[in-house]
């Protein structure tokens, strides 16, 4: 392990509170929140057990991920039809043109504001 990861290993939590471990290092039984999600579980409101962290040059901060027990996750709450109704509005939410109001087969890039259509008038006159 190198000296810019030794900084980042404290086992016992005596410098920043929880225990502290370098990147790819993080023992067994802990997750990150992706990690859990992927294994269809959530943290379920438990405090973050650990982090790994990962120096940075040029005196930028350290990148920090916290990780979570996976003893103590709980599954992942299952799909309502109402939830599964609220998605679709915000999808749908997100492909409307606040201009023309017309429902676009793509979400509207919010680089631009508006549709494609809306965006570059003179480019589809002269198509």
């Known amino acids: 392990m190198s000296a810019a990861y030794s900084k980042c290993y404290d086992p016992s939590g005596a410098t920043y509170g ?5 990147w790819r290092y993080a023992p067994d039984g802990y997750a990150t929140r992706r990690q859990l999600r992927a294994c269809g579980l959530r943290p379920g409101g438990q405090d973050i057990g650990a982090q790994v962290m990962r120096p940075r040059r040029r005196g930028r901060p350290p990148l920090v991920a916290y990780l979570y027990r996976v003893d103590a996750a709980k599954p992942v709450r299952p799909m309502t039809p109402a939830r599964w109704w609220a998605l679709a509005a915000a999808t749908k939410a997100r492909r409307i043109c606040p201009d ?3 429902v676009q087969p793509y979400c509207i890039p919010l680089s631009l504001g508006c549709c494609i259509t809306c965006a570059y008038p003179e480019e589809q006159q002269a198509a």
Do not use: G, Q
């Open 100 to 102: 023309c109001h017309a």
């Open 18 to 22: 929880v225990p502290t471990f370098p």
